[in-house]
């Protein structure tokens, strides 16, 4: 999917934000914006890219004039840290669904959300302000049922990750996998710092090694998505070798969907976040989406 004019505003917000995490003096973070306004948003190519290309341009220009690495750090610092204090409250919650599974990956969905909902600041009741929000969350009820049936029949799986806080609650969709299913699972992040998304390091602190093999994208560049001309032999191979792959998020979904040898068995679990996607997808901002391919 390449980059439309509504992109825009929302691509120069997260700049805006990555920026100002950074506390730099107010001259330095206007003259590092009106830069990338500048010198990138006026580039011809822009419209001929997938929106994640455009971000990883801004990035690398924010890295060029900050030397930071990783602007979003203490952002998925907060989110992590604050997934994981009511990580045990959510998986009691959730082993006492109907269907664990559908809960959790409900769950895993609206993770995604987790920026927005910790500028709301919601305190200690957090966990009650997730279960609420994605108890009736709209999924399509046949889409699921084909993922469902798809655990059911593979031995591997490979999840290609996206944001920090959402990874939380991967991590606890693939412990209830884990013990239903005899299931080998994959757990591919970042190579480089790319917005909030989860890297290696983060993965490993989280305590994805105890239920996943952790592996990177191999990609170079703060890329926030997944070209897989970019991509390591190693993810590659995974990737067209285990039974099932899920990609989360908007950023794997844009930069995926229009690539011409996808596997079969492949799933997309993401939020329905913005006007672009609901053309799409033809359904309503704030909806649950399972796509497969």
């Known amino acids: ?43 011809n190519d822009i419209w001929k890219i997938t929106s994640a290309e455009l971000v990883e341009k801004i990035l690398i220009k924010i890295t060029d ?58 305190g200690k009741n957090f966990h009650k302000t997730l279960m609420d929000s994605t108890r009736d969350l709209p999924l399509n009820s046949r889409n699921y049922r084909r993922l469902s049936s798809q655990f059911k029949k593979s031995k591997s799986l490979l999840v290609v990750a996206d ?31 790319a917005l909030n998304d989860i890297t290696y390091a983060e993965a490993v602190n989280l305590g994805f090694l105890e239920i996943a093999q952790v592996i990177t994208n191999g990609i170079d560049g703060p890329l926030p998505g997944t070209v897989l001309s970019r991509c390591s032999k190693e993810f590659l191979q995974i990737f067209y070798s285990v039974d099932m792959v899920i ?4 950023g794997n979904f844009e930069t995926l969907i229009g690539e011409p040898k996808l596997p079969l068995n492949q799933f ?3 939020m329905c976040k913005c006007e672009i996607h609901s053309r799409f997808f033809n359904t309503p901002v704030g909806q649950a989406i399972i796509w497969f391919n």
Request: net charge neutral; aromatic share 8%.
């Open 1 to 43: 999917m390449k980059v439309e004019e509504e992109c825009i505003s929302c691509i120069l917000k997260m700049s805006l934000n990555g920026l100002q995490s950074l506390n730099l003096e107010p001259y330095k973070l206007r003259e590092i914006y009106h830069e990338l306004v500048k010198s990138i948003m006026t580039e």
């Open 268 to 270: 997309f679990l993401l």
């Open 65 to 122: 004039k900050t030397n930071v690495l990783d602007p979003f750090i203490n952002i998925k610092k907060i989110a992590n840290s604050q997934l994981l204090s009511i990580y045990d409250k959510l998986k009691n919650y959730v082993l006492k669904c109907n269907d664990p599974i559908l809960m959790a990956i409900k769950l895993s969905i609206f993770g995604n959300t987790i920026d927005v909902m910790r500028s709301s600041n919601p």
């Open 247 to 250: 990609a989360k998020g908007g």
């Open 163 to 193: 944001n920090a806080g959402e990874a939380v609650m991967d991590k606890l969709l693939l412990e209830i996998l884990k013990e239903k299913y005899d299931i080998e699972i994959y757990y591919a992040v970042r190579n480089n710092p």
